[in-house]
Structure formats: C-alpha cells, structure tokens
C-alpha cells in the first residue's frame, strides 16, 4: 500500500519507520528544512522538503494512488490543509492529529479519523501505569474506558468468588467485563459462573476508569 506522511517530526517518523518495516510505499512531506533532509537520509522513501499548503505538491507526492494521507504535525492548520486536499483528492482513509481538542469537528465533517494529543495520551498513559502499576497493557478508550490485564495473587478478595458473585457483592463493578481468562496455558471466554482462582490472568473491559477499590479487589 502506498501511504503519504505530513510532517516528519518524532510521530511522523516512526509511522514511516513502521510502514516501511511493514512492506509498504512511504512518501513524506516536511516544511522544515532539517528534518526532510534527515528524513531523506533515514528512509528509502520519496521525501518532499515543501509546506502542505504548496500548490501541486500533493500531485507531485503521488496523491492520486495514495490508500491513506496521514497529518502528523503540530499545527492544526497545516494538518486540517492536508485533510482538506486529501478530500478534494478522494483519497479512501484520512487520518490526522488533531492538537487543540476544540478544532477536533472541523476534521471530523471531512470524515477524518482523528487522534488527540499523542502528548497528553502518552502522560495519561504514563499515569495509569504509575496509578495501576500492578495492571500490565492498561489501554484508555476514547469514551474513557480501559482495558488491561491483571494476573490475581492470593491477596485478592474476588478469588474464590464466580464473576456474578463478586459482581453482587460490588467487589466488581456493573460495567465490568472479564473478556478472558488464563489458567496455565488454558485460555476461555468466561461466564457469570466462572470462578477465580490464584494466578489466573484476566483481560478486563470497563466502562469507565477503574477505581482504587475495585483495583485492589482483583490485585490484593
């Protein structure tokens, strides 16, 4: 697939990097002239020192055959610019970072998929880890869910207990969901009658962010 990539700051990079590892055809566009030219030296890529806005620079970029035109850059003018070419251009799948959260509808009445923030979502990340340190992979959800794995120790009060017990007793919130469980190298979709046991290793929806409480329910 063929794939062109505005901005070639740290997260434009490394999706290239990433895309290129995966086999596919990569083309940037990088208005500043230091990182094109570290780019051109970095990748085996077409790399085009030039600003979105440039008339005939996404034709030049190959617009035409591209399958996705990602924006990565920290200027939402210059990202929305390349969504709205992208647009004009009917390329399939636009995707951008949108950095102010309030310019976020304008993308989305283009039919971009958006991406917040990479900063904030990297520190909100870094906190659930630093909050929940005994949760491994705590991913947060655009509605402000989370998902994650924890491996039960002893310590826990919900062992012993099937999933609809501890859910009645409120060691587990409504909204919770157990999507599976391991034990040993035996892995099932588990029901309300499932018990838990000492070690077994749950991946876990919810609905919304975890409580301390019902943390320590399942980590002791």
Do not use: W
Not at 44 to 54: F, K, P, T
Not at 83 to 108: A, P, Q, R, W, Y
Request: proline share 3%.
């Amino acid at each position: 697939m063929y794939y062109i990539i505005v901005g070639a700051g740290h997260v434009g990079s490394n999706l290239a990097h990433i895309a290129l590892e995966d086999g596919h055809e990569v083309a940037l566009v990088e208005k500043d002239e230091e990182r094109a030219t570290a780019a051109s030296e970095r990748f085996d890529a077409l790399v085009l020192h030039a600003d979105i806005a440039e008339s005939g620079i996404l034709t030049e970029a190959g617009i035409e055959r591209a399958h996705c035109l990602v924006a990565t850059t920290g200027d939402d003018s210059a990202n929305l610019m390349a969504m709205f070419l992208g647009s004009e251009n009917e390329v399939k799948t636009l995707i951008s970072i949108v950095n102010d959260n309030g310019h976020t509808s304008m993308f989305e009445r283009l039919g971009v998929k958006v991406f917040f923030d990479p900063d904030l979502l990297v520190a909100q990340q870094l906190y659930r880890m630093i909050r929940t340190p005994s949760a491994r992979e705590l991913v947060a959800l655009p509605d402000g869910g989370e998902m994650f794995d924890v491996t039960v120790p002893e310590t826990a009060p919900i062992v012993g207990m099937t999933l609809a017990e501890a859910v009645k007793k409120k060691i587990l919130p409504h909204g919770f969901v157990v999507v599976s469980l391991r034990r040993g190298k035996v892995v099932r979709a588990p029901n309300g009658e499932s018990k838990v046991e000492s070690g077994d290793h749950l991946t876990i929806f919810s609905e919304k962010r975890v409580s301390e409480d019902h943390l320590k329910n399942l980590t002791g």
